[in-house]
T-cell receptor
Framework: DGGITQSPKYLFRKEGQNVTLSCEQN?????MYWYRQDPGQGLRLIYY???????QKGDIAEGYSVSREKKESFPLTVTSAQKNPTAFYLC????????????FGEGSRLTVL | GDSVTQMEGPVTLSEEAFLTINCTYT??????LFWYVQYPGEGLQLLLK?????DKGSNKGFEATYRKETTSFHLEKGSVQVSDSAVYFC????????????FGGGTRLMVKP
């Protein structure tokens, strides 16, 4: 099936631990994005990548890191420096161009115990 | 910078009622406009889009018309169903702003039988 796969769907973490959320796509899209969603809130952009081996910070990048070594993969690491990491994390891809919509994965819910 | 403003929710309707969710935007250029829907615990799905003024996007009984003169993209449906209960996000993509998507805060719709 074509699409975006995020894993794990649910993740529990102790304070002080780093965790990595996976995002894999087989849509052959150049651009990939990570968003954070808090309960009852909209989406906030964490990081994005327009091309392999390149990425840019979004609005709330502090405490997060990413890599883009392959076109298909854009993992997000939530580090211990992120003060309030409990949230719903959404990965998205895009084919590019101003008319291109985002395609979203099913999301990963991270809870810090 | 670009911005999207949606009516605050929750919007609570009875089944078969008429739905309007207001969305207005501010953009530097000539954006493309989108409505996304998010069902509980899931990622966002594109509901409809419009790429130029006076275009009407439609899908699953939902419609929205790109109104440049009022900078609006209101979502409408003539007869809602319980299954339409979800959170709806208005968004824009502006080439002048580097094609980044800007999201509104989301509007929760609750439809009662």
């Amino acid at each position: 099936d074509g699409g975006i796969t995020q894993s794990p769907k649910y993740l529990f973490r102790k304070e002080g631990q780093n965790v990595t959320l996976s995002c894999e796509q087989n849509l052959n899209h150049d651009a990939m994005y990570w968003y954070r969603q808090d309960p009852g809130q909209g989406l906030r952009l964490i990081y994005y990548s327009q091309i392999v081996n390149d990425f840019q910070k979004g609005d709330i990048a502090e405490g997060y890191s990413v890599s883009r070594e392959k076109k298909e993969s854009f993992p997000l690491t939530v580090t211990s420096a992120q003060k309030n990491p409990t949230a719903f994390y959404l990965c998205a891809t895009r084919q590019g161009g101003s008319t291109g919509e985002l395609f979203f994965g099913e999301g990963s819910r991270l809870t810090v115990l | 910078g670009d911005s999207v403003t949606q009516m605050e929710g929750p919007v609570t309707l009875s089944e078969e009622a008429f739905l309007t969710i207001n969305c207005t935007y501010t953009a530097t250029g000539y954006p493309s406009l989108f409505w996304y829907v998010q069902y509980p615990g899931e990622g966002l799905q594109l509901l409809l889009k419009a790429t130029k003024a006076d275009d009407k996007g439609s899908n699953k009984g939902f419609e929205a018309t790109y109104r440049k003169e009022t900078t609006s993209f209101h979502l409408e449906k003539g007869s809602v169903q319980v299954s339409d209960s979800a959170v709806y996000f208005c968004a824009l993509s502006d080439a002048v702003a580097g094609n980044m998507l800007t999201f509104g805060g989301g509007t929760r719709l609750m439809v009662k039988p």
